[in-house]
């Protein structure tokens, strides 16, 4: 039997398809290719979890002499004086207001965002779809000051008519208690970061709906489920993981804002009188830390600083895992 460079004839014949076997060098090339892929994977995914960790540490190394030298209680203190011989800080009114203004992004963007996903995958029709998918992405590509000089020049004038009608109206509720701020309030900010994550929303909770099986939908409405049921026994059940990654992606980006932020809302002077009223002002953990970076003059004061980045830090990161935890258990119980 006739051989060419070690290979019968046989082996060389022709497959079922018409194209020649791969040889021997073929096949070790492509698991080389795997192996080499894997292996770019897997220090990919170790660099990201030492830089994380590497970050976590010089916060934690940052802060804690700053907060051995606290003179204040650090999580329910208003005073922000990290300098002098007895140094005395809290975060008590940024996380407030970081946490306030988030959520009412949130409680806003994703109603809207998942309501404009199923109308661009489940009602549009084909020449709408793809123009307005991209007009809603395209918010994404708004750089963040452009949004804090819209709602400062063009939407702050329209939202304050609406903001005084609430505080007469609803007043004597202690979240919506007058407070006097002539300026951007935490609701205010809250709205604007609202529009802002809205494309993260929509993008993502607009793919997973798009991959929501054609059975599933076609079953439903083969028992005379209407477009609104076969929407909600087929459509969300299956898209409710992504929607949550969507939400909690999203509120990521709002908790850690801080040119749109600064730009708004307004700063309490000190010894200004504070209330939990959503229509007050204050300072996020991210605003305060940019409208004061030229006080990093010495460890003290940077360490103050960095201690709050670390209360955002971990903030972030206990979102980011009730997420995946959600994500987990929704997926097993699917399953």
């Keep these: 039997m006739s051989t060419v460079t070690g290979v019968s004839a046989a082996d060389q014949s022709p497959g079922p398809e018409g194209r020649p076997p791969l040889h021997a060098d073929q096949a070790s090339t492509g698991r080389l290719g795997d192996r080499i892929f894997g292996g770019a994977a897997t220090a990919s995914g170790i ?6 960790t590497l970050i976590a540490a010089f916060l934690v190394v940052q802060a804690v002499p700053a907060l051995r030298n606290n003179s204040e209680n650090f999580f329910t ?14 975060i008590l009114e940024f996380l407030w207001t970081t946490v306030a203004a988030s ?7 994703v109603p809207v965002g998942v309501a404009v996903a199923l109308f661009l995958t489940q009602y549009a029709p084909s020449w709408l779809r793809r123009p307005a998918a991209t007009l809603v992405d395209l918010l994404a590509a708004v750089p963040s000051i452009v949004y804090g000089l819209w709602g400062l020049i063009t939407f702050f004038p329209v939202w304050k008519p609406v903001q005084t ?29 609202s529009i802002m994550v809205l494309p993260i929303v929509t993008a993502l909770s607009r793919e997973v709906f798009a991959q929501t099986p054609v059975a599933h939908q076609e079953g439903a409405l083969a028992l005379g489920a209407t477009q609104w049921e076969m929407i909600r026994t ?3 059940p299956f898209g409710r993981p992504g929607v949550i990654s969507a939400a909690m992606l999203a509120l990521g980006r709002a908790l850690g804002e801080t040119i749109a932020v600064t730009f708004l809302v307004s700063a309490l002077p000190d010894g200004a009188k504070w209330t ?26 940077t360490g103050a600083y960095i201690a709050a980045g670390l209360v955002l830090f971990v903030l972030t990161f206990i979102v980011n895992s009730i997420a995946r935890v959600v994500i987990e258990r929704r997926k097993a119980f699917t399953e």
């Excluded at 939990?276 to 004061?301: Q, R």
């Design 47 to 52: 660099v990201v979890i030492a830089v994380v």
């Design 103 to 109: 959520t009412i992004a949130m409680l806003i963007a």
């Design 77 to 90: 203190s208003r005073v922000w004086a990290p300098g002098g011989e007895q140094p005395g800080f809290g």
């Design 234 to 236: 087929a459509v969300l």
């Design 165 to 193: 009608w609430i505080e007469e109206t609803l007043g004597w509720v202690p979240i919506f208690a007058p407070a006097g701020i002539s300026g951007g309030t935490i609701f205010f900010i809250g709205i604007v970061l």
């Design 276 to 301: 939990f009223s959503l229509f007050n002002g204050g300072e996020t953990f991210a605003s305060k830390i940019a409208n004061n970076a030229a006080e990093f003059s010495n460890p003290g004061k």
